[in-house]
């Protein structure tokens, strides 16, 4: 088949490397100019841990990645209150957990599929019309073309979902936080291997020191309405200023930073909830599909889950329609369920309250011993699925 994929994420490539495998023609077409490097750090574990190992990038990903030793809350003067240590995560997943740059995930799946698929960077979707036999898929810029299959893989605001389904906020679940995150090329305090938190009641800031001698800033705060975003980065940087005015710990040096930080994120936490993922021949992959939010903080091991499945599926149907189908009913129950899951970590993440900060350096204190963390971790760290061994190559 000739399968054009849109998005050249997670999702996207993970697919393409699949469909590959089993001998099919495979288009990419992402909006960004190159693959987008940097961003914020994605913790990697489970089913699509595995993935990455049957792919062989896992290695790669080891080198890229970071061993957290500690998840660490401070107070106002940035003293220890209590913490996670790094081995909690460990012992819940034998050991099979890491962090990583999202930047450096999507970059190796990207580098296993560019010399064998078509990549058209700068480019994306203008309209989509389908048949029964095809799409016709004109573009921004590169000529129309038709395909056998359309896989949306834009994440959370992705234009195939919009083109083929209708508008987002049909499938859009806002979790009443929102959160940003930069890149602070010369931050002075440095902790190796943890991540620092520190709260005040609705709002958190956090960092992460990175090997090049740049640190990550996370800011994360509660928002019931859900203050529209600024597109330009100035109105951003307002917006962080003004919801993090006079917090204390090293906030105001973090918002100093955000001047010269690169790679700023800003978005509402939110999530994708769709009856179904595929229209005729569009389907849909990845955030795009079944976001789960941030939160849930396994969105990039799900997506590669999705992408397996979805390959070994059109592998093994005897038509389109059939092999969508099956990957819909295999995995929406499972899916639903980490979504549902991640609902009520916002307020871990935010408590709104001074007796909630205090209940969650407590609650942080008991997660070092064993088992206490695999009752707490063990449900959502565990991917309770069984994937079939699907056949590669082509057939
Ligand atoms: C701050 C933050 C922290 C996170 N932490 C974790 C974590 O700890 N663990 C974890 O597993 N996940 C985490 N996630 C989620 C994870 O990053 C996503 O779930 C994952 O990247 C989803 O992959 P995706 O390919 O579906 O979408 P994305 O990775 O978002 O990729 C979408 C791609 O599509 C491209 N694109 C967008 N629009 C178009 C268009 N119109 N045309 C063409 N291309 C387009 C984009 O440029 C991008 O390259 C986190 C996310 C955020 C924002």
């Not at 001998?23 to 914020?40: D, F, L, N």
């Not at 090329?185 to 020191?209: I, K, M, N, S, V």
């Not at 204390?248 to 790679?263: H, K, T, V």
């Not at 969650?360 to 760290?381: C, D, E, P, Q, S």
Request: proline content about 4%; some cysteine; glycine content about 10%.
């Amino acid at each position: 088949m000739d399968v054009l994929i849109s998005g050249a994420g997670v999702a996207g490539p993970c697919l393409a490397w699949w469909l590959l495998e089993n001998g099919h023609r495979v288009t990419i077409v992402e909006r960004a100019a190159s693959p987008r490097t940097g961003g914020y750090i994605v913790d990697f574990w489970g089913q699509g841990y595995d993935i990455a190992e049957r792919m062989g990038i896992l290695p790669r990903l080891l080198d890229a990645g970071y061993r957290l030793d500690e998840l660490r809350l401070v107070d106002a003067d940035g003293q220890r209150q209590s913490g996670v240590r790094g081995k909690a995560f460990l012992s819940v997943t034998d050991g099979r957990f890491i962090s990583l740059p999202r930047g450096e995930l999507s970059l190796a799946l990207v580098d296993v599929v560019k010399d064998r698929a078509r990549m058209q960077f700068a480019d994306s979707i203008a309209a989509i019309r389908q048949d029964a036999q095809g799409v016709d898929v004109t573009f921004e810029h590169a000529p129309s073309r038709r395909f056998d299959l359309v896989v949306g893989c834009e994440g959370l605001h992705s234009r195939t979902r919009d083109l083929a389904f209708g508008p987002r906020e049909a499938f859009e679940r806002y979790l009443g936080y929102q959160f940003a995150a930069w890149i602070m090329p010369d931050y002075p305090h440095r902790d190796e291997d943890a991540y620092l938190a520190y709260g005040e009641p609705g709002r958190t800031a956090a960092r992460f020191t990175l090997r090049d001698g740049t640190s990550l800033a996370l800011f994360l705060w509660r928002d019931a309405e859900g203050e529209p975003i600024p597109h330009e980065e100035a109105g951003q940087r307002a917006l962080l200023r003004r919801r993090f005015a006079g917090m204390a710990w090293e906030a105001a040096e973090m918002l100093a930073a955000l001047d010269g930080a690169r790679d700023l994120y800003l978005d509402r936490i939110a999530q994708i909830r769709m009856d179904r993922w595929h229209k005729g021949r569009v389907a849909l992959l990845g955030d795009a599909a079944f976001g789960p939010s941030f939160l849930a903080g396994q969105g990039a091991a799900l997506a590669m889950i999705g992408a397996y499945v979805l390959a070994g599926e059109l592998r093994r149907a005897e038509t389109v329609e059939a092999a969508l189908s099956a990957y819909h009913a295999r995995l929406a129950g499972f899916m639903k369920a980490k979504q549902d899951a991640a609902l009520p970590i916002g307020r871990a993440f935010v408590p709104e309250t001074p007796f909630g900060i205090r209940f969650r350096a407590a609650v942080g204190r008991l997660m070092n011993v064993g088992w206490i963390a695999k009752a707490a971790f063990g449900r959502t760290l565990t991917d309770r699925i069984d994937l079939p061994d699907y056949p590669t190559g082509a057939g």
